[in-house]
Nanobody, 122 residues
Framework: QVQLVESGGGLVQAGGSLRLSCTAS????????MGWFRQAPGKEREFVAV???????KYANFVKGRFIVSRDNAEKTGYLQMNSLKPEDTALYYC????????????????WGQGTQVTVSS
């Protein structure tokens, strides 16, 4: 098993940047695919980005060119660099991990953090 803790959220003005971190404990971080999801009030949780075991990445269309997902296996930490933030990016951001699937849906990830709030003001 793996435990995940997100950090780095906060309040930022539109056009600004934030870097989210996801720190893992338990099994080696390199065993897992790591994903980022978000949930805005009144909406379902949606896929943002994923990074595979060897660094392969995939992004939701609405963040392409603005967000960058990365990982540091030695530090057991994943990152989501968010640039050019928009008010519609306001949401609770979750990191997730799975040891067998390079997924983009909620059901394809077995382990979840508690989330970190990102609020973008206009």
């Amino acid at each position: 098993q793996v435990q995940l803790v997100e950090s780095g959220g906060g309040l930022v003005q539109a056009g600004g940047s934030l870097r989210l971190s996801c720190t893992a404990s338990g099994r080696p971080f390199s065993d897992y695919v790591m994903g980022w999801f978000r949930q805005a009030p009144g909406k379902e949780r949606e896929f943002v980005a994923v990074i595979g075991w060897s660094g392969t990445t995939k992004y939701a269309n609405f963040v392409k060119g603005r967000f960058i997902v990365s990982r540091d296996n030695a530090e057991k930490t994943g990152y989501l660099q968010m640039n050019s933030l928009k008010p519609e990016d306001t949401a609770l951001y979750y990191c997730a991990a799975d040891s067998t699937r390079f997924g983009t849906t909620n059901s394809e990830f077995d382990y979840w953090g508690q989330g970190t709030q990102v609020t973008v003001s206009s």
